[in-house]
């Protein structure tokens, strides 16, 4: 279903956008942007694509041609904006000119699909939602199971941890706002173990077993884990700094770990 065209950033459908990418909260609908972002949505079978605005020189790429050719098989309602009105709503420097409006149906933890062997990131009160989205991105690069996220720890779908994401926030589960008793219950009647990041760690990263189920708590930037989710952990462990950096950002490590995972369960 099409629009006129869209030219003024007064209109009632733009303002009602602007008003969404402030929204928070498990639930609410969020705002995407970009030919690769929208495309993976579609493909999502637990994204819902409400709204798509675009601006005509989209289809001045294949891959714009593409997406349009595509969303005019959906039932999905399109609308033509103008490239002012479509910069108004983007975030990045150089908008492809296209923007969405989405809800994405988050599981309950009890309906996650584990592996035979999984592997989970529990990410603890960690602030950036850059961070967060890289994670999501390496967790899913890596073949983990879920990403699952304290109260308190930024709102993944926030735009710019969906740009960090590359859109892998669509392709495994991330649970926000999931409390620590229950991650700790669900953890344990799986016999999943449960590992922290932690720098003042004795263990090394590299000494530990990632063969069984397990899942790797990483902390706030700042402050690390906090102590009540720390004190749940079976292990804690540490990534070695050889160097003179005092230590490793969030996201790296994370990236680190995971794939330390995979060297030890061998790329199948």
């Not at 495309?39 to 637990?46: G, T, V």
């Not at 779908?157 to 589960?173: D, E, Y």
């Not at 884990?225 to 996201?251: D, F, H, Q, T, Y």
Request: proline share 6%.
């Amino acid at each position: 279903m099409s629009h006129p065209l869209i030219t003024s950033t007064a209109n009632p459908l733009i303002k009602e956008v602007l008003r969404t990418k402030e929204k928070r909260g498990v639930g609410s609908s969020f705002v995407i942007e970009g030919v690769h972002l929208v495309d993976m949505a579609l493909s999502c079978p637990a994204a819902v694509v409400e709204r798509v605005f675009f601006a005509e020189h989209l289809i001045n790429s294949e891959q714009g041609r593409r997406l349009m050719d595509r969303l005019k098989e959906t039932t999905v309602q399109t609308i033509r904006a103008s490239k002012k009105v479509i910069d108004k709503l983007s975030d990045t420097e150089t908008p492809q000119g296209i923007v969405a409006v989405i809800s994405l149906n988050v599981p309950s933890l009890d309906a996650i699909p584990l592996k035979a062997v999984p592997m989970l990131i529990v990410c603890d009160g960690i602030s950036d939602p850059g961070n967060i989205g890289t994670i999501v991105r390496v967790a899913d690069a890596s073949g983990a199971d879920a990403v699952l996220l304290t109260p308190g720890t930024c709102d993944p779908f926030m735009p710019k941890a969906v740009r960090a994401s590359a859109g892998s926030i669509f392709a495994l589960p991330v649970l926000p706002e999931t409390g620590v008793e229950e991650i700790v219950g669900f953890l344990a009647e799986r016999h999943i173990r449960l590992y922290a990041a932690d720098v003042r760690a004795s263990k090394s990263l590299y000494e530990t077993d990632f063969r069984g189920p397990a899942a790797i708590i990483f902390g706030n930037e700042a402050h690390g884990i906090g102590a009540n989710l720390l004190n749940k952990a079976e292990l804690l462990l540490k990534i070695p700094v050889i160097g003179r950096a005092e230590s490793l950002n969030v996201a790296m490590a994370a990236s680190i770990s995971l794939y330390e995972a995979v060297r030890q369960r061998g790329l199948r």
